[in-house]
């Protein structure tokens, strides 16, 4: 059974930077493809962003790129979301998924949450106008 532990959530002001980091644990780290997810009040879960195991191949969602920033070490069997000039409208709560890697790199199949088994608890992002 893998575990996820998400950690970097908080309250920022628009223009702001936060970093969340996730550490999965019941699997080899390298295994894993990694990604993150958010859902705002009253909203679907939607993809943000996601790192294939290598990381040769990351995938954004639109609205975030240029912005937010997916990677992970290895090493450290961690991934993290660089997030930098936060608006409002990112606020949301922030979960950590992961599933073994196989399937194409594509962001049709990194940006679809049911392809994903293993979620984290959520780690709340406030960003004040």
């Known amino acids: 059974q893998v575990q996820l532990v998400e950690s970097g959530g908080g309250l920022v002001q628009a223009g702001g930077s936060l970093r969340l980091s996730c550490s999965p644990s019941?699997?080899?780290?390298?295994?894993?493809?990694m990604a993150w997810f958010r859902q705002a009040p009253g909203r679907e879960r939607e993809f943000v962003a996601g790192?294939?195991?290598?990381?040769?191949?990351?995938f954004y969602t639109d609205s975030v790129k240029g912005r937010f920033a997916i990677s992970r070490d290895n090493a450290k069997n961690t991934a993290y979301l660089q997030m930098n000039t936060l608006k409002p409208e990112d606020t949301a709560v922030y979960y950590c998924?992961?599933?073994?890697?196989?399937?194409?790199?594509?962001?049709?199949?990194?940006?679809?949450?049911?392809?994903?088994?293993?979620w984290g608890q959520g780690t709340q992002v406030t960003i004040s106008s």
């Open positions: 998924a992961a599933r073994e890697g196989v399937g194409a790199l594509s962001l049709s199949v990194y940006s679809r949450a049911a392809n994903y088994a293993y």
């Open positions: 019941g699997r080899p780290f390298n295994a894993l493809v």
């Open positions: 790192i294939s195991r290598s990381a040769e191949s990351t």
